[in-house]
Structures are given as C-alpha cells and as structure tokens.
Nanobody, 123 residues
Framework: QVQLVESGGGLMQAGDSLRLSCAASGPRFSFDSYAMGWFRRAPGKDREFVATITWSRQRYADSVKGRVTISRDKAKNTAYLQMVNLKPEDTAVYYC????????????????WGQGTQVTVSS
C-alpha cells in the first residue's frame, strides 16, 4: 500500500547538521490520513521513536527534542528530518515509517517501513 525510501544519511562529526528525506508512494497514500514517523536503531539497541508528523501536529522523543525538526512537503509526498548538533549517540540506522490514523504515533508499531539510511557520527 505504501512504499518508503529514505535518503540523506552519511558520515558526520559531532556538532554537524543533517537532513534526512523520506519519499512516500502508494495508490492511496495521503498525509492527511497517515502519520509519518522517523525511528532509529543504534548498534546493539532496539528500534526507538525519534519524531512523527500528522496533519495536526509534530511529536519528538525527549532524547532529540530541541535538536530535531520533522517536516513534510505534501506536494512531493516527502517528509524530512532535520538534525542539528549531532552527537555520537545519534549513530544509527534511521527508518521512515507510516501508519494509518488513528494510531499511537510514538510507538514503533507502524504499518509500513522503509529500508533505512545509515547515520554515523564520530566524536
């Protein structure tokens, strides 16, 4: 139903900024009826919530609040994750995900997932 492709990851240094992109496609995809979220899986860690956006609001994990901004471009069916002041602990594979509404948009029980993009932050 929904296909997601992430891009924008790479090798970074602490303090750098980075913008990840997530392009969504599908026969019935709509930003108005889905939440789009960003999650990450650090080495040896479980996948964790980072940020999400719906038609009404944005939410952020406490661990990234103040350093991360999630946004969307409805015309392009694309969501973005802008990260500033990157830290080594931000190193992870970042996944884009979407789920139909209503939903618990901060859980990792989203319906559709991308393949991920690697972000590596060195100290």
């Amino acid at each position: 139903q929904v296909q997601l492709v992430e891009s924008g990851g790479g090798l970074m240094q602490a303090g750098d900024s980075l913008r990840l992109s997530c392009a969504a496609s599908g026969p019935r995809f709509s930003f108005d009826s889905y939440a789009m979220g960003w999650f990450r899986r650090a080495p040896g860690k479980d996948r964790e919530f980072v940020a999400t956006i719906t038609w009404s609001r944005q939410r952020y994990a406490d661990s990234v609040k103040g350093r991360v901004t999630i946004s969307r471009d409805k015309a392009k069916n694309t969501a973005y994750l802008q990260m500033v002041n990157l830290k080594p602990e931000d190193t992870a594979v970042y996944y884009c995900a979407v789920t139909s509404l209503p939903a618990d948009v901060t859980s990792n029980q989203y319906e559709y997932w991308g393949q991920g993009t690697q972000v590596t932050v060195s100290s």
